[in-house]
């Protein structure tokens, strides 16, 4: 079992960066992979980026290929998101997301462990 704890968020102005964190606890996060999602108001929760169990591959939505960047630091049990040239359109609460196993995929139901979730908001 693993518990994750995210980190980072804030409010910015369109065109600004922010890097999201997720710490996780457990002795076997190298054997989780993991992922990003978000969550606006009114919208469904949807998967930003994914990452294997070793950071070799990862996933990105369509709507921020380019724009951001999931990595991960197995020896640190951290998970992290580098967003960069931020739209409003990216304001939502984000949450990190695992499960055991080289690769869990890109729908909420593939994971079974989520962080509280942490703020952005980006304003025009």
């Known amino acids: 079992q693993v518990q994750l704890v995210e980190s980072g968020g804030g409010s910015v102005q369109a065109g600004d960066s922010l890097r999201l964190s997720c710490a996780a606890s457990?002795?076997?996060?190298?054997?989780?992979?993991a992922a990003w999602f978000r969550q606006a108001p009114g919208l469904e929760r949807e998967v930003v980026a994914s990452?294997?169990?070793?950071?070799?591959?990862?996933y990105y939505a369509d709507s921020v290929k380019g724009r951001f960047t999931i990595s991960r630091d197995n020896a640190k049990k951290t998970i992290f998101l580098e967003m960069s040239r931020l739209i409003p359109e990216d304001t939502a609460v984000y949450y990190c997301?695992?499960?055991?196993?080289?690769?869990?995929?890109?729908?909420?139901?593939?994971?079974?462990?989520w962080g509280q979730g942490t703020q952005v908001t980006v304003s025009s």
């Open positions: 990452i294997t169990s070793s950071g070799s591959s990862s």
């Open positions: 997301a695992a499960d055991m196993g080289v690769y869990a995929g890109s729908r909420s139901r593939d994971y079974r462990y």
């Open positions: 457990g002795r076997t996060f190298s054997a989780y992979a």
